[in-house]
């Protein structure tokens, strides 16, 4: 079956790093996302990755590992505004948007 | 950058009565639309994927003939909740994939039905 796994809930303090990792097992790989999802709102998108590698982008980075099936989202300098769910999706052998359960970050003072 | 435009974005309907949802492309054209449902604290769950001209595809266990689709214009593609109850509450979001490899969600429904 097709799998993506992330943790559910993380909490960290407002200026400093988080990690939120994802592992999945898909039939085929196409591709990973990255979108952050406020209460109430639509996703929007963060990162995408298909090559091994750290792709970096102002305060956000992802890294992603074919080989191991993992990827993590790397939050720097956090803000209160970054309180948000944070969902992993990777598209499979046909392009089909695999999700994860997404991980609620709540960031504190 | 692409957009999806929907609407409406709150919408409150009495049991038994009908709700359309509209999303559209507004600077592309989108040969295929997918519809979502989320639940409070839940990750999106597919419903069903459109293609311009063609039925759609549901996903194991949701209804055709309760969320009907239409997708009959590379621009629009509408899902119709059906005879709506209050089971059907919830947040309904449709995406597109932009013509690379993303894809652009529009900013959802949030369907309440009393």
């Known amino acids: 079956g097709q799998n993506i796994d992330q943790p559910t809930e993380m909490t960290a303090t407002e200026g400093a790093i988080v990690q939120i990792n994802c592992t999945y097992q898909t039939s085929g790989f196409n591709g990973l996302f990255w979108y952050q999802q406020h209460a109430g709102e639509a996703p929007t998108f963060l990162s995408y990755n298909v090559l091994d590698g750290l792709e970096e982008k102002g305060r956000f980075s992802s890294f992603l590992s074919r080989s191991k099936g993992y990827s993590y989202l790397l939050l720097k300098e956090l803000q209160m505004k970054d309180s948000a769910s944070y969902l992993c999706a990777v598209t499979d052998s046909n392009y089909q948007l695999i999700w994860g359960a997404g991980t609620k970050l709540i960031i504190k003072p | 950058g692409a957009v999806v435009s929907q609407h409406p974005s709150r919408v409150i309907c009495k049991s038994g009565t009908s709700v359309k949802i509209e999303c559209r492309s507004l600077d592309f054209q989108a040969t295929t639309m997918f519809w979502y449902r989320q639940f409070p604290k839940q990750s999106l769950m597919l419903m069903a994927t459109?293609?311009?001209?063609?039925?759609?595809?549901?996903e194991q266990g949701v209804e055709k003939d309760k969320f009907l689709i239409n997708h009959a214009s590379l621009t629009l593609s509408t899902l119709t909740v059906t005879s709506a109850h209050p089971e059907d509450s919830s947040f309904y979001i449709c995406?597109?994939?932009?013509?690379?490899?993303?894809?652009?969600f529009g900013s959802g429904t949030r369907l309440t039905v009393v």
């Open positions: 995406s597109a994939r932009d013509g690379d490899y993303g894809y652009t």
């Open positions: 459109s293609n311009e001209g063609s039925k759609a595809t549901y």
